[in-house]
């Protein structure tokens, strides 16, 4: 089972940022969108005037960040060196990979590494499985911190403060389903991982555990996607591998 970015991500309205930081934000909503965008939808997903995303739309341009086909806009040139970088220089990426590639092949599943980038959880990397029926979960692919057990994984472990500014913003004047998810979070941290089932895409079950820089200081999480039908009957010996998987890379990570 293939997934389109372009149609599963769901988009919100960006907070109010400051004036320096609108590029940025311009920028971000691009990235994310999974296909060129048009002005008309970057002003409802900002929520900027036309003229103010032609000022910001001006430099990205010019230094290839952004580039215009057809009336509509979509990541540069330049993106592809950021992401080339990123990818040679991350030592989360270089000490999660091992371990990913490893459970991917112990559970015949897909793995994929993911941490919150604003409000959302964006999969760095992704391991495919080789089966013929496989969640495939894109590389550079996010959505909102509220839904999947990627997102819960990584939301739990966030700084309280922030976890509870990015819930009071999505789930604004929702106070039982805010007292649900908290409820839930707080699970989630004490049990060391979060499960769900068909929250992100139809038939998808996912387990995604922690991984944590120093104790207490989580840079993220792994996850484990199959679907649905192949996962059951297996769920605690996925969670049981994936939870190990996490673990190792963490104490990677404590070795720098």
């Keep these: 089972m293939i997934n ?14 400051a004036t320096s930081e609108r590029s940025l934000m311009v920028l971000s909503v691009i990235a994310r969108y999974g296909k060129p965008i048009t002005v008309r939808k970057l002003k409802e997903l900002t ?7 032609y000022r910001h739309l001006l430099p990205l341009r010019k230094w290839g960040l952004v580039q215009e086909q057809e009336n509509c806009y979509a990541p540069g040139p330049l993106s592809v060196q950021l992401a080339w970088g990123f990818d ?7 000490n999660a990979q091992p371990e990913m590639a490893l459970l991917a092949e112990r559970c015949g599943e897909s793995v994929g590494l993911m941490v919150a980038v604003n409000d959302q959880v ?4 992704m391991v495919d499985s080789e089966q013929s029926l496989r969640c495939s979960f894109s590389k550079g692919r996010s959505h909102p911190l509220l839904r999947g057990a990627s997102a819960k994984a990584v939301l739990a472990h966030l700084a309280p ?5 990015i819930i009071a913003r999505q789930l604004q004047g929702q106070a039982e389903e805010v007292q ?4 839930e979070l707080a699970a989630i941290r004490g049990q060391g991982y979060a499960v769900s089932e068909g929250e992100v895409d139809w038939g998808v079950w996912g387990v995604s555990a922690p991984i944590f820089y120093k104790p207490g ?3 993220g999480a792994i996850t484990l996607m199959a679907p649905a039908i192949r996962a059951e009957g297996r769920h605690q010996e996925l969670i049981a591998a994936t939870v190990k998987a996490a673990a190792a890379i963490s104490e990677r990570l404590a070795l720098f």
């Design 161 to 165: 403060a922030a976890a509870d500014n």
């Design 47 to 53: 929520g900027l005037p036309q003229s103010t995303l």
């Design 180 to 183: 649900r998810l908290h409820t």
């Design 4 to 17: 389109d970015p372009a149609m599963n991500t769901v988009m919100t309205t960006e907070p109010a940022v």
């Design 217 to 219: 200081q989580a840079v």
């Design 88 to 94: 040679h220089t991350s030592y989360l990426l270089s």
């Design 122 to 125: 964006t999969c760095l990397d």
